[in-house]
């Protein structure tokens, strides 16, 4: 750590900061620490007292909790695990994997992308500065383990998945779901849809359009979209599509949506008609006459640069500020569930799609306690 220098005459920097810095700063004091004061008092207890030699004694001899990042047992930002899935409804958040990766049409590794979010997530603390959020104080995250899927057997696997998530939301959980490659998009708003009574939106972020029928005679990454909006109530005039672009968007899915009538901004839509305007547009798309909204953000809408580890990787995508600013945008109304996909441990490069595929999750979970979305109501 570098010594602190005095700066001058001046002892209350406040009046420097930028209008984000100083409600940034404003807000923190008015965070509770309660949470983290008892999960400081279980790891002393569980972990036991920390060695004579310790000075702080917060800290334990075997590390519980967040602290060492590097050490521990690699949940969710290590959330407790949730090994009886029953009890999963007992949480404000439940975390899952679909390590799936038999619908990958290029670059495979997805079945890795569970574990890769989840190891890089300990890099995290549960507060975010600029969003004046500390998830450990506002809501309970539990990390119920993987999907048991069925490697080369897509449609087993999207009936694994399916049950998976159908269970989940049914508990009254929020469902985030770590993928998997994009295929896993059908089952889970499969098995969310099924329990609403109207219908069910989407906000999908790519590059990729997915809504092809099939892609090498099977339904692929390149499908969910297609067999999702087949489902009676999930209507394509509900589907936004938010980064299509570039090269590699097949011709058979872009005809689809021309048919179905599903709503597509591209990246430069975006940019220039601007991140509010572009929220509000997907929000009205995704919310018309719909119960709920289903959120999917494949990490590939990103541009290549930022996303190597990516079944599909594309130039021209979004900056990760713009990402982020768009998906708290769009998370702002509430939402039924999230997944993240397509993020391929096996191809990433120090991690970097891993980190940005967990900090995906966290400004929207940010983004929902901010809006009085979580923690449950009623729970
Ligand atoms: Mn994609």
Redesign the pocket.
Known sequence: MPEQKEQGASTHPGPRHGPEAARAVALEATLPTAARDREIARGLELGLPGADSIVDRSIPTFSRGELPHYAGINTFLKAPYVEDVRECGNFDVAVVGAPHDSGTTYRPGTRFGPQGIRRISGLYGTYSFELGVDLRESITIGDVGDIFTIPGNIEKSFDQIAKGVSHIYASGAFPVVLGGD?SIGYPTVRGVAEHLDGNLGIIHF???V?TQETDLDERMHTTPWFHATDIPNVPASNLVQIGIGGWQAPRPGVAVGRERGTTIMTVNDCVEMGIETAVETALEVAWHDAEAVWLSF?V?CLDAAFVPGTG?PEPGGFLPREALALLRGVSSRGLAGMEVV?CSPPYDSADITSLVSARAICDVLATLVNNGHLPRKGA
């Open positions: 994009h790519d590059r990729h997915d494949d590939d599909w397509e």
